[in-house]
Nanobody
Framework: VQLQASGGGLVQAGGSLRLSCAASGRTSSGYARAWFRQAPGKEREFVAGTSWRGGSTDYAGPVKGRFTISRDNAKNTVYLQMNSLKPEDTAVYYC?????????????????WGQGTLVTVSS
């Protein structure tokens, strides 16, 4: 499975961005999907995740109520809608896929990773 993330950029605090992650290659059918982020000098951290059918979602505390993860299985694509962005959301955002239907929140639980897309939020 190859993952291609896009949609990052520079935005002012309070603004919005939508990230996309398209899967190709071996079908990602049945795979849970997630977004992680890594800020300079920090560990990679879980942001949001969704089970294969989207029935289960989970969010990290700092983004709850501001970010929404969704997926279009027909397009093998997962989205991360980010609203009310803050400077502390600045990071490289990575999409990930797990060879399991079950949602996970740890990076080591995911088998496939995209290349990352940079989100910069200015104050």
């Amino acid at each position: 499975v190859q993952l291609q993330a896009s949609g990052g950029g520079l935005v002012q605090a309070g603004g919005s961005l939508r990230l996309s992650c398209a899967a190709s290659g071996r079908t990602s059918s049945g795979y849970a999907r997630a977004w992680f982020r890594q800020a300079p000098g920090k560990e990679r951290e879980f942001v949001a995740g969704t089970s294969w059918r989207g029935g289960s979602t989970d969010y990290a505390g700092p983004v709850k109520g501001r970010f929404t993860i969704s997926r279009d299985n027909a397009k093998n694509t997962v989205y991360l809608q980010m609203n009310s962005l803050k400077p502390e959301d600045t990071a490289v955002y990575y999409c990930a896929a797990r060879g399991s239907n079950m949602l996970g929140t740890l990076a080591q639980e995911y088998d496939y990773w995209g290349q990352g897309t940079l989100v910069t939020v200015s104050s």
